[in-house]
């Protein structure tokens, strides 16, 4: 049995709740083929998140770690393919920091790849009805500090970790307020079921 760390962030950005941390919740002890999932919720702050991250995998020993994060305005679930070293927010974080063109790990290189099979994922979730697509930027935020930062920890330390970044829409109630009702949401039922699907595929591959 292989054990996958799934991460989901809390609210941030004025928003009373994070579709990422309401899904992830929801597959807290499943098994999916020959993967347990263990998940967490991690603050959306920078540092603080990838410490976060890093104690979770010292504890639970994984083999396989998903960041889910919100993006919100999205149509579909939107697969990272790319982390890349650079902090630069546009917005506060959690705890008030607004980093500007820093980089996440000064001796680290430019980018790294996700190593889940992104555009297979992709694929099964298009199969099962719920609207995806591949994405090569996670933008400079928290999301992709710990995409980052995940990535870094796994190859410095010389860990057989299998990482990547999901990205999903707000959850209906979230755009209830955001006249003229243009922006997407998805129904967390939805973005639950596409986190199974995802786990689903690297289980397969």
């Known amino acids: 049995m292989r054990k996958l760390l799934m991460t989901g962030f809390d609210a941030f950005g004025g928003e009373s709740v994070n579709p990422a941390s309401r899904a992830v919740e929801r597959l807290e002890g499943k098994t999916i083929g020959d993967i347990e999932i263990i998940t967490r919720e991690i603050p959306t702050v920078f540092g603080d998140a990838a410490e976060a991250t890093q104690k979770a995998i010292e504890e639970v020993e994984p083999d396989i770690v998903i960041n889910v994060g919100q993006a919100g305005g999205i149509h579909g679930i939107r697969m990272e393919r790319l982390a890349v070293n650079i902090d630069d927010a546009r917005i506060k974080d959690n705890k008030g920091n607004q980093p500007e063109d820093e980089k996440i790990a000064p001796d680290g290189p430019l980018a790294y790849w996700a190593t889940?099979?992104?555009?297979?994922?992709?694929?099964?979730?298009?199969?099962?009805?719920?609207?995806?697509?591949?994405?090569?930027?996670?933008?400079?935020?928290?999301?992709?500090?710990?995409?980052?930062?995940?990535?870094?920890?796994?190859?410095?330390?010389?860990?057989?970790?299998?990482?990547?970044f999901i990205h999903v829409p707000f959850l209906p109630e979230q755009v209830v307020d955001k006249k003229p009702y243009q922006v997407p949401s998805m129904s967390e039922d939805t973005i639950a079921r596409a986190l199974e699907v995802a786990v689903g595929t690297i289980a397969e591959s």
């Open 116 to 164: 889940i099979p992104v555009k297979a994922i992709v694929r099964d979730l298009e199969a099962n009805g719920i609207p995806a697509f591949v994405s090569y930027t996670a933008g400079t935020f928290v999301c992709n500090h710990v995409f980052y930062a995940t990535r870094h920890y796994a190859e410095t330390q010389g860990l057989p970790l299998k990482v990547g």
